[in-house]
C-alpha cells in the first residue's frame, strides 16, 4: 500500500490537531496519533497522564485500543505526531505488533514535518507475536 503526500499530510495534520488535546501536566510532552483501519476509518489518540505518573496511557495505544473496542483490528498506517518527532516507546510497538508487522509508521514533528516513515517490522525486529502462542497449542 503506497500512500501519497497528500494523504500523509492529512494524517499528519490530524494527529497534530488531536494532540491539543493530550493531557500532559506533568511531561508537557504532548502526543497525538491517529490510526487508520484497512477499512478507512480513523481513530485518535492522545497521551493522558496521571498523578499517579505509571498510569499514564500513550498516545499510540489510545487510537489503537479506541480501533479495537469498535471492532477494528485490521491496521494500515498509524502517524504519530509530538514536538521532536520522536519515537514509539517499546510498550507501544508491542502492542503495534499484536495487529500486524506490516503496518506502516509515519513521524512527525509539531511543524507538521514528516521525520520518518517506517513499518512495525523494522521498529520491533523479532517481535513476540501471537503466532508464538498459536505454535504452541495455547489456541
Ligand atoms: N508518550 C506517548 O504518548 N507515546 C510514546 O510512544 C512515547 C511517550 C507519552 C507518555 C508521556 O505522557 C509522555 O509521552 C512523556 O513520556
Known sequence: MTLTQQEKQALIDLANT??????????????????????????????????????????????????????EKEFEVITVVTDNGGSPCGGCRQVMAEFGLDTIVILADGTGKLIKETTVKELLPDAFTPDHLSTQGNE
Not at 491517529?34 to 499510540?60: D, F, I, S
Open 18 to 71: 488531536a494532540r491539543q488535546r493530550a493531557y500532559v501536566p506533568y511531561s508537557k510532552y504532548p502526543v497525538g496519533a491517529v490510526l487508520r483501519t484497512k477499512t478507512g476509518r480513523l481513530y485518535t489518540g492522545v497521551n493522558v497522564e496521571n498523578a499517579a505518573y505509571p498510569q499514564t496511557m500513550c498516545a499510540e495505544r489510545v487510537a489503537i485500543f479506541k480501533a479495537v473496542s469498535e471492532g
